[in-house]
T-cell receptor, first 114, second 111 residues
């Protein structure tokens, strides 16, 4: 297992287009988290899944954002009608069910909306 | 969400110890203290975590105050590769284990 992987690493899109990112967590990790990070800021929590159930969504996650985790394996984050303010690094992390362990982050997807 | 307070930046010399402080006066009994670091253009990387007792691992040591309202991450011998933003985070076991990041401390290491 090579850790959490995210695809693509970079994405440039025109304003108004839809984009979808994929995250493959470490196998057997029940929990999966999505974060967004803008330049100079710490990562901001967006949402998390426990297996296939989406248990929490941040207020930051507007109606244009949707996340899925079918069958409790990989996850996708879709942004519809992208805006320039959506430009950021989107990070995925996974962890075991136990809260006594650490979370592992992927390298992120850098989104640029032009 | 429980909050942490860290200095914005710190400097260290290579091969010297570094003590990175963190205040978390509103910590609850179920919060674990986690430290992550982030190198430029990379995702955050786990460093260490603890609940009440001091902890050591191959990367660092974590010293936790007796009242748990503050903690210190100790890098025993800083290297140039330790230059990163260090985040002190309270992970609430009752909140799905999500990590709420603050601004972190940007550590620079001088040769």
């Amino acid at each position: 297992d090579t850790g959490v992987s995210q695809d693509p690493r970079h994405k440039i899109t025109k304003r108004g287009q839809n984009v979808t990112f994929r995250c493959d967590p470490i196998s057997e990790h029940n929990r999966l988290y999505w974060y967004r990070q803008t330049l100079g800021q710490g990562p901001e929590f967006l949402t998390y899944f426990q297996n296939e159930a989406q248990l929490e969504k941040s207020r930051l996650l507007s109606d244009r954002f949707s996340a899925e985790r079918p069958k409790g394996s990989f996850s996708t984050l879709e942004i519809q009608r992208t805006e320039q303010g959506d430009s950021a690094m989107y990070l995925c992390a996974s962890s075991e069910m136990s809260d006594y362990t650490e979370a592992f982050f992927g390298q992120g997807t850098r989104l640029t909306v032009v | 969400d429980a909050k942490t307070t860290q200095p914005n930046s710190m400097e260290s010399n290579e091969e010297e110890p570094v003590h990175l402080p963190c205040n978390h006066s509103t910590i609850s009994g179920t919060d674990y203290i986690h430290w992550y670091r982030q190198l430029p253009s990379q995702g955050p990387e786990y460093v260490i975590h603890g609940l009440t007792s001091n902890v050591n691992n191959r990367m660092a040591s974590l010293a936790i105050a007796e009242d748990r309202k503050s903690s210190t991450l100790i890098l025993h011998r800083a290297t140039l590769r330790d230059a990163a933003v260090y985040y002190c985070i309270l992970r609430d076991v009752n909140q799905g284990g999500k990590l709420i990041f603050g601004q972190g401390t940007e550590l620079s290491v001088k040769p």
